[in-house]
């Protein structure tokens, strides 16, 4: 069997936790933040976990981490 490619884009975005869930960063953080709240722009920067129903596809793309 062929080893599998790890998709390069998505090995720079997500991270594997010990617990073997994946770790995002939120969207909505590029530019526009005139018009957020602090409140909104405060929970913008913390990390949340990949969808339970999206985390076989990401689990597809970083097939060694």
Do not use: C
């Not at 599998?4 to 590029?30: E, L, N, V």
């Not at 933040?33 to 129903?53: C, E, I, M, T, W």
């Amino acid at each position: 069997m062929p080893k599998i490619k790890t998709h390069k884009g998505a090995k720079k975005r997500f991270k594997i936790t010990g617990t073997g869930k994946i770790k995002r960063h939120s969207s909505y953080t590029g530019h526009l933040f005139l018009n957020k709240s602090a409140k909104r722009k405060r929970n913008l920067r913390k990390a949340s976990l990949v969808d339970k129903a999206d985390e076989k596809r990401m689990k597809r793309l970083l097939p060694y981490s």
